[in-house]
């Protein structure tokens, strides 16, 4: 039974996927012309590596697989909850101040320390802002830190 779930999700991932890639193929080509790294470069990727993924599930799913019902499957509730309310926090507070809750509440789910979790999100959110900002000139969004 467990092995026909398996093939059902790999199935809704894949079609996920695949509009996922086509969403981001109509992003607009940048000012200046395509670009080797655009707007649409790392939702591509994401999607095939989701695609890929999927395919597999459906192709060779788990035959022992169990959905766990216990602690384990409170905290995947609990950590998809914390995704849906970064996705809606990250325009409004910006990049850092929203990936710096959601790595720290994700880390605090793990049973992570408190002053370790905080650090780890603010530092990877920094140095991964600085990276798309400054580094890949794909700009992330300020929130509230946005200096006028």
Do not use: C
Request: proline share 6%; no cysteine; aromatic share 12%.
């Amino acid at each position: 039974m467990s092995f026909i779930n398996d093939r059902v999700f790999g199935l809704l991932m894949f079609i996920l996927a695949v509009a996922y890639g086509w969403g981001a193929l109509q992003f607009p080509e940048p000012f200046g012309g395509a670009e080797a790294v655009g707007p649409k470069t790392f939702p591509l990727i994401l999607s095939v590596i989701l695609a890929l993924t999927s395919a597999y599930l459906v192709i060779k799913p788990d035959q022992d697989l169990s959905w766990p019902l216990n602690r384990s499957g409170i905290d995947i509730l609990i950590a998809i909850a914390i995704l849906i309310i970064y996705t809606m926090l990250l325009e409004p507070l910006g990049f850092i101040l929203a990936t710096t809750m959601m790595v720290t509440s994700l880390s605090r789910l793990l049973k992570a320390p408190v002053k370790n979790a905080f650090f780890t999100g603010l530092i990877g959110s920094v140095v991964i802002f600085v990276l798309f900002n400054y580094g890949l000139e794909l700009t992330l969004p300020h929130g509230l830190l946005e200096l006028r």
